[in-house]
């Protein structure tokens, strides 16, 4: 029954997503339907083709979509026999890969029926009211009080209120929670876009993560099951993630070698899980991740504990699959970050880099206490030196922006720390700018890259490491004479050449090591700006999803 071009009841279905199958248009959106069946999907079904052809063989051979979402639909629709827990359980027996489906039964109209397989799963309980969805800040507009599924977990959706039962329909108790955050967190609050209004929350992101962890000027990570004993039996640290929390681990790594004196290698989770790494018990495997669910980091947890060696994650979402299922947990208090494209989440990943290196250096008598006090209290101070380089360095950063929009490509380099953040810089302006941008050890440059400099050719040169400046800025004349319009980034007392620097964007000069924490406000604005000035969707940049819950 139609009302107003609407369709008229109490239940219903709908989905954004990120196409895995075929182009994103009309055709491929959701929900996807069988004859009796309606179905929204997050995630992706790895044997889509045999099943397929299963039903073709089957003579079901009418596909409307290029998607693996109808086929899942025309299964269930396959084996309907007016029981839908029995179906849903035979379907899913048959499905491989990682997903959750919502799913309507036209016979049953008022019931949504839904099932986690990997990807992550809520349903928020509203007072009359029930929601599904894959994350909190999607329904927290409606209620702050939710229930996570698990693996193989069905929930039931009707009248106002949500069962929950086991595959084989046992009737399951499930705790509530209730999210740390509200609408406002959730919502612009007067900024253009999310991204902008999280790159203004960092100063409190980070002193929200940091306080709790302080204790008489000393970090204490033991509320996150982090002991000195601990810190002191690693002999080599894995730090594996993917994108921008990836990047943290790269500060990390130059962080806890330089101060604490262990191993640290940092790895591409997709490639880690699948190199067969030589993990003993000695070892501590960090998987740090914004989501705590993405899906190749997720896997590195199983692989780690296989191989007997500890697991620590650094998250933002609390109970999210990573957390829960690794041995330690440090949970960063960034608040819900909308925007696809990753800043605050950074930021508060670097400040527990920093907080684990220290405690790690002074657990394993490479640093006094005295020294830890003063490097610490340095991090206490971050907060507003993350606030001043905000506030100074917008509208240059603005006018800079001005001067990418028409490249088509361009290089960031740095040496030691700055290398590992320019990484950052320049997946933060190609995600949302779609403008090709690498990064680069500055010293590596001449070794082949250095070709590729042509006049005009923006290069963004990181030069904070005071010990490393005349190198860099070599660098930076190098390429400069070779025709690059040069950007440098460097603290308000380096002494740069004006002749090697077109545009200078100076940040509070700190001790050399916490610069990562001022230096990567000024390459998230131009990467904002950049966006804006390109009139491109900021917040959510083509083919781009917030959490990858697929390979
Ligand atoms: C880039 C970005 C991504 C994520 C990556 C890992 O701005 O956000 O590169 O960092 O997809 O996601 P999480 O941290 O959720 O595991």
């Not at 612009?188 to 929350?201: V, W």
């Not at 020294?371 to 606030?387: F, G, H, Q, S, Y």
């Not at 004006?498 to 230096?519: C, F, G, H, Q």
Request: charged residues 25%; hydrophobic residues 40%; negative net charge.
């Amino acid at each position: 029954m139609e009302k107003e071009g609407k369709p008229q009841g109490h239940a219903g279905i709908g989905h954004t997503r990120w196409a895995t199958h075929g182009e994103p248009s009309d055709i491929n959106s959701h929900p996807h339907s069988g004859k009796r069946v309606s179905i929204v999907h997050n995630g992706i079904i790895e044997n889509y083709k045999q099943l397929k052809q299963f039903l073709i063989d089957n003579e079901r051979d009418e596909f409307l979509s290029d998607t693996d979402t109808e086929i899942v639909a025309q299964l269930l629709d396959f084996y309907y026999d007016g029981n839908p827990i029995r179906c849903i359980r035979k379907v899913l027996h048959e499905l491989r890969g990682s997903f959750a489906l919502g799913i309507v039964f036209a016979d049953h109209p008022e019931t949504v029926y839904a099932v986690r397989c990997e990807s992550p799963l809520i349903v928020g309980q509203g007072k009359g009211e029930v929601f599904l969805a894959s994350d909190v800040p999607a329904i927290i507009k409606y209620t702050k009080d939710y229930y996570l599924l698990e693996y193989g977990e069905i929930a039931v959706l009707k009248n106002g209120s949500v069962n929950f039962c086991t595959l084989h329909g046992q009737m399951i108790e499930k705790e509530l929670h209730t999210a740390d955050f509200d609408e406002d967190s959730a919502e612009k609050g007067g900024y253009p876009h999310f991204m902008i209004k999280e790159i203004n929350e960092q100063p409190t992101a980070v002193k929200t993560t940091i306080t709790p962890r302080i204790e008489n000027g000393m970090p204490n990570l033991s509320e996150c099951g982090i002991t000195p004993e601990a810190l002191r039996s690693f002999k080599h640290i894995y730090i594996v993630a993917c994108g921008t929390a990836m990047h943290a681990g790269m500060v990390g790594k130059y962080v806890i070698e330089k101060l604490a004196r262990v191993h640290v290698t940092v790895d591409i989770a997709s490639e880690f899980r699948y190199r067969e790494p030589m993990l003993s018990e000695d070892d501590l495997v960090i998987i740090i991740s914004q989501s705590g669910e993405t899906a190749d980091s997720k896997a590195v947890i199983g692989l780690a504990k296989e191989l007997g060696a500890k697991t620590l994650a650094i998250v933002n979402v609390k109970g999210s699959s990573i957390a829960r299922e690794s041995d330690m947990v440090i949970y960063t208090h960034a608040g819900p970050e909308i925007a696809v494209a990753s800043t605050k989440a950074y930021m508060v990943q670097l400040s527990v880099m920093y907080l684990l290196a220290f405690e790690m250096a002074y657990a394993k008598g490479k640093i006094s206490e005295e020294e830890c006090k003063r490097m610490t209290a340095d991090l206490v101070a971050m907060p507003e030196k993350i606030e001043q380089t905000i506030k100074n360095s917008a509208d240059i950063c603005k006018y800079v922006s001005t001067k990418l929009i028409a490249s088509e490509s361009l290089l960031y380099i740095g040496r030691g720390l700055d290398y590992a953040l320019s990484m950052e810089g320049s997946l933060k302006l190609k995600e949302i700018s779609y403008i090709h941008s690498e990064s680069y050890a500055a010293g590596e440059l001449k070794h082949g890259t250095i070709s590729l400099i042509h006049e005009g050719m923006p290069v963004i040169a990181v030069a904070t490491q005071n010990s490393l400046l005349e190198k860099t800025v070599s660098n930076i004349k190098e390429v400069k004479a070779r025709g690059a319009m040069t950007i440098v980034i460097c603290d308000d007392q380096a002494d740069i050449d004006r002749d090697a620097a077109d545009y200078l964007i100076r940040v509070p000069k700190l001790s050399e090591m916490l610069m990562p924490m001022v230096a990567t406000v000024p390459m998230q604005l131009l990467a904002y700006y950049t966006s804006v000035n390109k009139g491109n969707d900021v917040d959510k940049p083509r083919n781009l999803a917030k959490s990858v819950t697929v390979e």
